[in-house]
């Protein structure tokens, strides 16, 4: 971002005496923000373990087997036998689930200012997401062991590439299918912002179906923005909190950072590392159930009770890949700054967005570095903060450059 001292690339001055942009308000306390992410970082790390916890005695205990028993009990046909034994894995599951969302959802965000939802709220959104993810994770399971049972040497070719396609076209839907689901949209009324972000999304060289208010603040108080969707589906969301928050220079810098994620092709790198990694689960799944699918009391690679084994070897390739997707994901996030930087009159905006970001959404601004190297998608606030302070505007060419 170019403001008037932008030849020179020196060092932009931050808010006098820790003041934030948002009307001269005290800005958030660093140490409330730190309780805060220790605490999600704490309750993610106690679901973790419990899950995998219950999945271990699924399967050290024989409690899949048991299920699988009773499942089969009920009805010897593959596909609803297995259908009754998710629904009695789902239980087992959604108890703790709960419990730790109850505490991360609700409890947290409410004992620190943030949420806006009553309980009935806040259980009428799990219980929506529970319906979703149960019949999104029946189908999978249902195609999984038939494909097995088809295709008993290839099924993990097979189901990794089916399981691809799913993802990208839940990418591609998921803005006009399951988003309105839990949120209210409606188009943008201010014309002139509209205008200004249509002309940053042209010279972006992408096309968008429209800018709309994401009814967020009903919330939250936390603010966001997005480009979602892909082709006919595409679209700008910014939340009501945002535009309530934010100058139209600072939305518009928000909006860049998203559409450098575009530029830079980041959607098809993220699908293709996506695609690599669904092929090498499906595989060391495969070598999983090649090597203890008679282990366990299961009774061979199509015996759906070996589900909690397939989950674990899951478990296991996510952890051993955390660190480099973490660092993958915060290079993409830096392009996208770079990029935004490059696209805008003035980098002030940018960092004013970003101090507005940290204080409505209790940002933890300088996280511990191995909590960051490990954990977070995005630099921190402070680096990216001094990554706009320290932009050589002679950037600037190199950065259109790329669209």
């Not at 099924?155 to 839940?170: D, E, K, N, R, Y």
Request: charged share 20%; proline share 5%; with cysteine.
């Amino acid at each position: 971002m170019n403001e008037p001292k932008a030849e020179t690339g020196a060092p932009l001055p931050g808010p006098p005496n820790g003041l934030s942009p948002i009307s001269g308000q005290a800005a958030p306390d660093e140490e409330q923000a730190r309780t805060y992410h220790r605490a999600q970082r704490v309750l993610s790390v106690v679901g973790f373990v419990v899950d995998f916890a219950l999945l271990m005695l699924l399967l050290l205990a024989g409690w899949s087997v048991g299920f699988r028993e009773a499942a089969e009990r009920v009805s010897r046909h593959p596909a609803l036998a297995l259908l009754i034994y998710l629904l009695l894995l789902g239980l087992l599951f959604k108890i703790p689930d709960l419990v730790i969302g109850f505490l991360k959802g609700y409890w947290l965000e409410h004992r620190h200012g943030l949420s806006r939802m009553t309980f009935g709220q806040w259980l009428l959104d799990e219980a929506k997401g529970a319906a979703i993810g149960a019949a999104i994770g029946a189908l999978g399971a249902e195609a999984l062991y038939a494909a097995i049972r088809l295709w008993p040497r290839d099924w993990w070719v097979v189901c990794a590439a089916a399981f691809s396609l799913f993802f990208i076209l839940l990418a591609h839907l998921a803005p006009v299918l399951l988003f309105p689901i839990f949120f209210k949209f409606k188009p943008v009324e201010d014309s002139a912002l509209v205008a200004r972000l249509e002309d940053l999304s042209r010279r972006a060289r992408t096309r968008v179906r429209g800018v709309y208010e994401w009814k967020l603040g009903e919330k939250t108080k936390k603010a966001n923005a997005a480009l979602m969707g892909s082709g006919s589906t595409r679209r700008i969301i910014l939340s009501d909190t945002l535009l309530s928050n934010f100058q139209p220079d600072e939305i518009e810098a928000v909006l860049a950072h998203e559409f450098g994620h575009h530029v830079r092709r980041h959607l098809l790198w993220g699908m293709l590392v996506q695609t690599a990694i669904t092929f090498a689960g499906f595989y060391l799944a495969n070598r999983a159930l090649a090597r203890w699918s008679h282990a366990f009391g299961l009774r061979g690679p199509s015996d759906f009770a070996n589900l909690p084994l397939l989950i674990l070897t899951g478990f296991a390739l996510s952890l051993i890949l955390l660190p480099a997707l973490s660092a993958f994901s915060r290079r993409m996030e830096r392009e996208a700054d770079a990029y935004a930087l490059g696209s805008i009159p003035d980098r002030e905006a940018f960092i004013r967005s970003m101090e507005k970001l940290a204080q409505l959404n209790l940002g933890e601004r300088r996280p511990p570095r191995w909590i960051e190297f490990i954990f977070h998608s995005h630099p921190s606030i402070e680096r990216r903060i001094q990554f706009a302070r320290e932009w050589n505007p002679a950037r600037r060419r190199t950065s259109q450059a790329g669209a």
